[in-house]
């Protein structure tokens, strides 16, 4: 017994009775995926997205795939900086060096800007 062929148009009536749905994004130049130790950048992908009761599926398909690591910047709390200028005596931007040298170990900041 053989199987009979499900037209385009067929298969996209049945997609929409199961309430799924899929397009094209065109002209798509890049896709970036960051983690938290690298970047993923692909050039020139193929997009599509597919909707399935709501949920959006984005398929990512082909394009020249560059991985890099990334380095954590730490992010140093403004009220931190200036507490740590405030006690000093010194700039904001001393105090943001300071704790950046110091990793954000605002004793340590604060006794390497009074030394």
Known sequence: MGRRRVSPREAKRMMQRMGLSMNTILDVEQVIIKTSSKEITIEEPEVAIMEVQGQKIFQVAGGK?????????????????????????????????????????????????QS
């Open 65 to 113: 795939i560059i991985e890099k690591a990334v380095q954590h910047r730490l992010r140093i709390p403004e009220e931190d900086v200036r507490l740590v200028a405030d006690q000093t005596g010194r700039s904001l931007e001393e105090a943001r060096n300071a704790l950046e040298e110091c990793e954000g170990d605002l004793a340590k900041a604060i006794l390497l800007l």
